[in-house]
């Protein structure tokens, strides 16, 4: 049986990422426009919220832009991943 899920836009992962990163970091003021490093994220936190944009969207975020990046940038890249799978 083919999967007939629709893949969620960007603004869906995006809302989900300022979401679950406000809720693991317990930090409730997340905006698009902040870094995850700088909020107080690490590599282990980065797992969990791997974890749950795999369960949602079946990919993960990109380490490397989820660091260096906004949280924006972050969600741009895993939506442009997920549209493209």
Same mark, same amino acid.
């Given at each position: 049986?083919?999967? /007939? @899920?629709i893949?969620?836009? *960007?603004?869906?992962?995006?809302? @989900?990422?300022? !979401?679950?990163? #406000?809720?693991?970091?317990? =930090?409730?003021?997340?905006? =698009? !426009?902040?870094?995850?490093?700088?909020?107080?994220?690490? +590599?282990?936190? *980065?797992?969990?919220?791997? =974890? @749950? #944009? $795999?369960?949602?969207? %079946? #990919?993960?975020?990109?380490? $490397?832009?989820?660091? !260096? %990046?906004?949280l *924006? +940038?972050?969600? *741009? !890249?895993? /939506?442009? @991943?997920v #549209?493209? +799978?």
């Amino acid at each position: 049986m083919p999967d /007939a @899920r629709i893949a969620p836009d *960007a603004a869906t992962i995006q809302r @989900r990422t300022l !979401e679950w990163v #406000a809720e693991i970091l317990e =930090e409730p003021e997340v905006t =698009e !426009e902040d870094n995850f490093l700088d909020l107080g994220g690490h +590599s282990m936190i *980065a797992l969990v919220l791997g =974890e @749950r #944009a $795999k369960d949602a969207f %079946g #990919a993960d975020y990109d380490l $490397k832009t989820l660091f !260096e %990046g906004t949280l *924006a +940038s972050a969600a *741009a !890249e895993l /939506a442009s @991943r997920v #549209a493209g +799978s």
